[in-house]
């Protein structure tokens, strides 16, 4: 199994970036989500989409400005992120969740992981 993540970058403040998520060698999971991690701060939990059902989700941070998106053919995830703020300035992963659970906002409940992007928001 291998995620691969893409697009980040320096980016100037309320400006966009789109970040995408390559999978490979899955293809059935329970999510597929993204988190974050800036310098001196825990992982972040930003969106996930449930697979099955297609419901998307958000943490309060980025609701309103993100948006995650999946394609299924191609077996990849997207993370348009809109109106970025140097808050956003962190390394973002996607990960996948294989399994059934009530908390998929939990980082540390999934289990495979790419390794990253890095997106630095300043003037």
């Known amino acids: 199994v291998q995620l691969v993540e893409s697009g980040g970058g320096s980016v100037q403040p309320g400006r966009s970036q789109k970040l995408s998520c390559v999978v490979s060698g899955i293809s059935d999971y329970y999510s597929i989500g993204w988190f974050r991690h800036a310098p001196g701060k825990e992982h972040e939990y930003v969106s996930y989409?449930?697979?099955?059902?297609?419901?998307?989700f958000y943490s309060d941070a980025v609701q309103g400005r993100f948006t995650i998106s999946r394609n299924t053919a191609k077996n990849e995830v997207y993370l348009q992120m809109n109106s970025l703020t140097p808050g956003d300035t962190a390394d973002y992963f996607c990960a996948i969740r294989e399994r059934p659970t009530t908390t998929p906002e939990i980082y540390s409940l999934y289990t495979k992981w790419g390794r990253g992007t890095q997106v630095t928001v300043s003037s």
């Open positions: 989409i449930l697979t099955n059902l297609g419901w998307d």
